[in-house]
């Protein structure tokens, strides 16, 4: 076990394409950290350069104390879990988890029994012998952990493990994982553009947008407290409703021409500002001056998704969690009230959050 | 309809196949004839007073064995070289970008286009130069660098098709690059490498202008130069010649038998993976 730190890396691939800036990130000692963002922001190219699949440009990583910048992947003590497992396909299950023990120039005995120990941990003993393309996709992604857990590393990595399985598969396995963490105490890095598995697994997560870091913390604050509107709008779904140049004064604001009050307001500076609702702050009000037209239900059992537009000048898309029997159907203007205490302001131009 | 056609193609393939096989049955024939029967012109497969005398000639009288063991030599040692260079070269073009690949690969290619009694003169001088006429060695350079290009893309086509996940996985679990490879990437391109190894050693075995030119001395004579010594110039004993050209298929026709599994999975390669 020991912490990760990137120091100011910096990642550029051929053809100048700059992945990642400066980029500094301490995972703790022990520590489930969840990086998530969407296509393309980096999470991978991170995870490959702890990995040392991927050497980094310019900064300095360290795995413990130790600085292992330049240190082949074979000597960083870690283990790798990739997105389409990458089981041998020549070997067995067995030999599979075996593999890295055998190159270690393990005694027999000793990998016989952390391989067994590993396979009763994660009940496949009876896939041992086993060939991959014989064994489902969630059979699969059992023996690669298992893989993984056998050679007892100091740092876990997984790169969306996941995301071939099935939905029901996949909560499963998200338990299993989080359980696995607890049991072993693996310092781990887990990627993922799933926000469920982020919101569920990680003790503190990591937004990435772009190769930056918008915000780092525990799930729920950054659910509660986003940094920024980018990190707003991607954690949650649905996602967050934004209302554009929402003028905030002395006792309220002024949301499509329907003056709001809002409490605590005077600890915001006057000025125009991005409103930002989650669904579920929101809720119908017959009384209440704010006003939708309905253009989606969205049953989806213990509750329902309205969609539809504000009615007001500028008509800025609303979605509202309700409950299940909601009193309302597509064509309809329905009323709505929301939480001031719940509502998020963003800067105009930067998109940073606004406290108060 | 579909039993018509099914009929058809039944047929068609019974014809291509009795084709195939006519001209080897007859040699056989050829082979078992006594010796005061050379010209008959019966057509019973089994000749009257069949008789194996033409084998015995050849494996006793001619150094026919000489001549196995040479034509061993150099195709053994093509098929050891040939893969062993193809397997790494194929490797090296496959996951590494370097400069010149680009053109390595199309110079490999281009070779391709140029038949080979082109490259004889340019070969022998080649090999007066480096003091390898009238060698096996000679002739085995020779034939490696005729393999090799086709080799060379082969595996390479091989290679491209195996992920590169599992070479990362492998060298996270502890190996280093060429463990990845050799651990990894061999095993997996097995069928590849059997399609190349046979490959190789059917050019050395059956090649025959190349080694004439090259070859002067009777002692280094591969098989395909001594059957054509025992065709006289004026007179040729047609059965010792089938019998011998019988014995040269023989060896290639058991590899083939005990390849058989990975040549039917190797013939399809570049074809879709599942
Ligand atoms: N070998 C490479 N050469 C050039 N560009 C690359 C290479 N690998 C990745 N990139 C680019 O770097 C950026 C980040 O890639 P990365 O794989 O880290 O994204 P990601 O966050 O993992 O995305 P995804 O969720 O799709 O897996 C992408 O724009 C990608 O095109
Ligand atoms: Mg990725």
Not at chain 2, 200 to 206: E, I, K, P, R
Request: with cysteine; net charge neutral.
């Amino acid at each position: 076990m020991a912490e990760v730190r990137l120091e100011k890396v910096e990642k550029i691939y051929a053809q100048d394409k700059r992945v990642l800036h400066n980029l500094d990130l301490q995972v703790r000692d022990g520590e489930f950290l969840v990086l998530v963002g969407p296509s393309g922001c980096g999470k991978s190219t991170i995870l490959r350069i702890i990995a040392g699949l991927e050497d980094v440009t310019d900064g300095r990583l360290l795995i413990g104390d130790r600085d292992v910048t330049s240190v082949p992947p074979r000597e960083r003590d870690i283990a790798m879990v990739f997105q389409n497992y990458a089981l041998y396909p020549h070997l067995t299950a067995f030999e599979n988890m075996a593999f890295g023990l055998r190159i270690r120039k393990r005694p027999k005995p000793e990998i016989e029994s952390k391989v067994r120990e590993a396979a009763s941990l994660l009940s496949i003993e009876p896939l041992l012998e086993k060939y991959p393309k014989a064994l489902s996709g969630g059979e699969r992604q059992r023996v690669a952990l298992g893989r993984a857990i056998v050679r007892d590393p100091q740092v876990f990595l997984f790169d969306e493990p996941l995301s071939n399985l099935d939905a029901k598969l996949r909560s499963e396995m998200r338990a299993e994982i989080t359980g696995l963490h607890r049991r072993l105490g693996v310092t781990t890095v887990y990627v993922t553009h799933d926000q469920v598995e982020a919101m569920t697994m990680g003790q503190r997560i990591v937004v990435l947008n772009g190769g930056v870091i918008q915000q780092i913390g525990p799930p729920l604050e950054v659910y509660n407290r986003p940094a920024n509107r980018f990190v707003a709008g991607f954690i949650g779904n649905p996602g967050m409703n934004f209302f554009e140049q929402v003028r905030v004064g002395e006792r309220g604001m002024d949301l499509g021409g329907v003056p709001v009050e809002l409490p605590g307001s005077s600890s915001i500076p006057a000025g125009e500002f991005t409103l930002g609702l989650r669904p579920e702050s929101l809720s119908l009000d017959p009384e209440s001056p704010l006003r939708m037209r309905v253009d989606l239900v969205e049953p989806t059992g213990g509750e329902a998704f309205v969609y539809g537009q504000l009615e007001s000048e500028n008509g800025h898309r609303v979605i509202m969690k309700a409950p299940s029997d909601v009193q309302a159907a597509v064509g309809d203007v329905v009323g709505f009230r929301f939480d001031p205490g719940k509502a998020h302001f963003f800067d105009a131009v930067s998109g940073d959050r606004i406290e108060r | 309809m579909k039993r018509l056609k099914s009929i058809l193609l039944h047929l068609l393939l019974v014809g291509i196949t009795i084709a195939t096989i006519y001209p080897i049955l007859v040699v056989i024939s050829v082979s078992l004839r006594p010796s005061d029967a050379l010209y008959s012109t019966s057509l019973s497969l089994i000749p009257d007073g069949a008789t194996l005398d033409a084998f015995k000639v050849i494996l006793t009288d001619k150094p026919f064995l000489l001549w196995m063991r040479n034509s061993l030599i150099v195709s053994l040692s093509v098929t050891i070289f040939g893969v062993a260079l193809a397997s790494t070269a194929g490797y090296a073009f496959s996951r590494f970008r370097f400069p010149g690949r680009r053109v390595g690969m199309i110079a490999l290619l281009v070779t391709q286009m140029f038949p080979a009694t082109m490259l004889l003169l340019p070969l022998y001088v080649l090999m007066r130069k480096l003091g390898l006429v009238d060698s096996l060695l000679g002739l085995i350079v020779a034939y490696t660098a005729t393999v090799l290009p086709f080799t060379v893309w082969t595996l390479k086509g091989y290679y491209d098709t195996i992920p590169r996940d599992l070479e990362e996985a492998a060298m996270v679990d502890g190996t280093t690059q060429i463990g990845a490879f050799v651990r990894v990437v061999l095993p997996l391109a097995r069928p590849a490498l059997m399609i190349t190894s046979l490959f190789s050693f059917m050019s050395g075995w059956s090649e025959f202008i190349v080694a004439r030119v090259i070859l002067s001395s009777q002692s280094l004579y591969t098989l395909p130069l001594g059957l054509e010594g025992l065709a006289g110039t004026f007179q040729t004993e047609w059965a010792n010649y089938s019998a011998g050209s019988l014995l040269v298929c023989l060896p290639v026709v058991l590899l083939f038998l005990s390849l058989n599994r990975f040549l039917v999975s190797g013939l399809t390669l570049g074809g879709v993976k599942g």
